[in-house]
Nanobody, 121 residues
Framework: VQLQASGGGLVQAGGSLRLSCAASGRIFSSSVMTWFRQAPGKEREFVGAMRWGRGSTYYADSVKGRFTISKNNAENTVYLQMNSLKPEDTAVYYC???????????????WGQGTQVTVSS
């Protein structure tokens, strides 16, 4: 299953963006769909995740209350709604698929290509 991330762009601080991650095939209910981000000069960090079958979500403290993960089962797509964006949210955002919830990028073998999010102050 290949992942295709999209929806990034340039937005002013306080604005919103919605990222999409479309899978080329069915996402199994046991899968975990996760969003990471990587800012220039920094390590890739966990943003949030969703257990596909249950729909339960998990977020990094830095985005909790501002970002929301949702899904469309029929379209095998996971979304990351980002509100109240801050300049420190600027990064390349990646989606990944795993078999269990994990916060370390090394635990994931299936990645989308990344989409750039730039938040201006």
């Amino acid at each position: 299953v290949q992942l295709q991330a999209s929806g990034g762009g340039l937005v002013q601080a306080g604005g919103s963006l919605r990222l999409s991650c479309a899978a080329s095939g069915r996402i199994f209910s046991s899968s975990v769909m996760t969003w990471f981000r990587q800012a220039p000069g920094k390590e890739r960090e966990f943003v949030g995740a969703m257990r596909w079958g249950r729909g339960s979500t998990y977020y990094a403290d830095s985005v909790k209350g501002r970002f929301t993960i949702s899904k469309n089962n029929a379209e095998n797509t996971v979304y990351l709604q980002m509100n109240s964006l801050k300049p420190e949210d600027t990064a390349v955002y990646y989606c990944a698929r795993g078999s269990d919830l994990a916060y370390a990028p090394a635990q994931y073998n299936h990645w989308g290509q990344g989409t750039q999010v730039t938040v201006s102050s």
